[in-house]
């Protein structure tokens, strides 16, 4: 049976658990300059919607040092800014390709991509979830950390996408995870009663980052709703990830952003440019985690 990985909760927490060990040991073979190409001769679509950076770098780079080919689709490039039927694009191209991720915007697209695909799907970012990027923190969180099981995690800001992973994550992964956000901002309460048990709304950012292991925020303002950018500023004005916020979680809290960071917005400067700063080690463990996820959906392993 073909496994796509829609959100986190396609995979197990075994499954999740040795993913991200498996990525630290891709790490640690790119980092000695070896060569690993268990995908030699396999294919990968990517479609995007979006636009990105770290998506579209890590994906291409590492499909690249697996041994693979990466293929960008663009709407502007391809029958899928022209109307044809996804369930369509879908059937044709996973007869040519080996394995798919989408960036796109709404999740049902991508559902109904992976529906009709005979191919692994990948969910590389829509309005809904953004599981590769949690694929990474976890890695991120496990290397410095350890186990993240019986953790404290406050998440600051808009209960967005990021947020609806990190939601997944609690499930998954079992730690404990405070929402800070403003009235009406709330995340999807479908996806928070999934996992009810680990989660809470706490309205004080200050209060909801007490004695927390890792602290995570994104921006106010995601890609298509740039025009309440105003609107956004002010109702998350008091959900900024600064110095005095750090300072009320765990002398060891990491903080983490899946970037592009809005420094003096959702956070200072004084803490995504810290010394210790591990933000950069989250950002390149896209490229690790997403080539671990890739060889367990193409080779089960």
């Keep these: ?63 690249s040092q697996l041994g693979g080919h990466a293929l960008f689709l663009s709407p502007r490039d391809t029958q899928l800014g022209r109307g044809e039927p996804i369930e369509d694009s879908a059937r044709v191209l996973s007869r040519m390709l080996d394995i798919i991720m989408i960036r796109t915007y709404d999740q049902s697209v991508l559902e109904r991509f992976a529906a009709h695909s005979k191919v692994p799907v990948i969910n590389a970012l ?83 980052a007490e004695d927390a292991d890792l602290i995570v925020t994104d921006v106010w303002a995601s890609m298509g709703q740039e025009e309440e950018q105003v609107q956004r500023e002010k109702a998350f004005a008091r959900y900024q990830v600064n110095d005095g916020l750090m300072a009320r979680a765990a002398d060891d809290a990491l903080f983490f952003h899946c970037l592009p960071a809005h420094r003096g917005e959702e956070v200072s400067a004084s803490v995504i440019d810290r010394e210790e700063s591990v933000v950069w080690d989250e950002a390149e463990n896209r490229l690790h985690s997403q080539k671990a996820l890739m060889e367990f959906l193409l080779l089960g392993r």
């Design 1 to 63: 049976m073909t496994r796509h990985f829609l959100s986190l909760l396609d995979l197990s927490s075994d499954e999740l658990h040795a993913l991200i060990r498996r990525a630290s040991e891709l790490k640690r073979i790119q980092h000695r300059g070896d060569i690993h190409t268990p995908l030699k001769g396999k294919n990968l679509g990517m479609i995007f919607e979006k636009s990105s950076t770290r998506t579209r770098v890590s994906f291409e780079v590492g499909m």
């Design 126 to 208: 829509t309005d809904l979830f953004h599981p590769c990027q949690l694929l990474a923190d976890m890695q991120t969180y496990f290397e410095h950390r350890g186990d993240i099981r019986d953790k404290r995690v406050a998440w600051i800001g808009d209960g967005n996408n990021m947020c609806h992973s990190y939601i997944n994550a609690a499930k998954r992964f079992d730690f404990h995870l405070n929402i800070a956000c403003p009235e009406g901002y709330d995340p999807d309460p479908t996806v928070l009663q999934a996992a009810k048990e680990q989660v809470s709304i706490v309205r004080d950012p200050l209060l909801a």
